[in-house]
């Protein structure tokens, strides 16, 4: 399989518009579709063992819809995967509810290629920004919760030992140093340490 390929996963309980819209995917030789799926359940569980890099679903299918199965796959998945939501309805309350479970891109049937490329292309974009987002977000988050444990052993280094802030501060670093350890494992050792004795 070549790793330069974009991997796709239809989802549409008619059998017709898979048919056409693989077709039109293939053209391009850019595009492989590794499985399809009529409706939400089995997009789900292809999702469980397969991740692909983006997914084509309709909105209303049987079982379980569109929206419902975008939400559940995003909850799961190991990355944020783009989806692409097919659908002959173009109603406002159902492109914001799309939105809200997190979708990237937004085609009305009857698909025309020329429509195809832009959307991916929108959609995997979009999914590179959400991603990064989420890293940033996430090495802000340990960053916080760093900067918290510092404070809390360093308050607990001033009282137990009545040494100034600087002081304890540079006492965490050292023996952070010391003991080849992060400063925030450190503040945990000397925070269980420093409270259970």
């Known amino acids: 399989m070549d790793e330069n390929l974009i991997n796709v996963l239809i989802v549409d309980d008619e059998p017709l518009i898979r048919m056409d819209l693989k077709e039109m995917l293939l053209e391009s030789l ?12 089995e997009a789900i569980k292809f999702v469980q063992n397969q991740e692909p890099d983006i997914i084509f679903m309709d909105i209303r299918m049987p079982n ?9 796959i995003q909850d799961q998945a190991s990355k944020r995967i783009p989806i692409v939501m097919l659908t002959a309805y173009s109603q406002t309350d159902l492109i914001e509810q799309a939105s809200n479970a997190g979708v990237f891109a937004y085609l009305t049937k009857p698909l025309r290629k020329p429509d195809l490329v832009p959307a991916i292309e929108i959609a995997l974009a979009r999914s ?17 919760e760093t900067r918290k444990l510092v404070e809390k052993a360093k308050g607990l280094l001033m009282d137990r030992f009545g040494i100034p802030e ?3 501060y540079r006492r965490l670093q050292k023996e952070a140093m010391d003991k080849r350890m992060n400063l925030k494992e450190m503040s945990q050792l000397v925070l269980e340490t420093l409270t259970t004795s």
């Open 166 to 168: 600087g002081v304890a």
């Open 30 to 41: 850019v595009y492989n579709v590794i499985g399809e799926a009529k409706d939400g359940e």
């Open 64 to 72: 379980l819809d569109g929206i419902s199965a975008a939400q559940a």
């Open 128 to 144: 590179i920004e959400v991603q990064k987002l989420e890293s940033e977000v996430g090495k802000l988050r340990e960053k916080i």
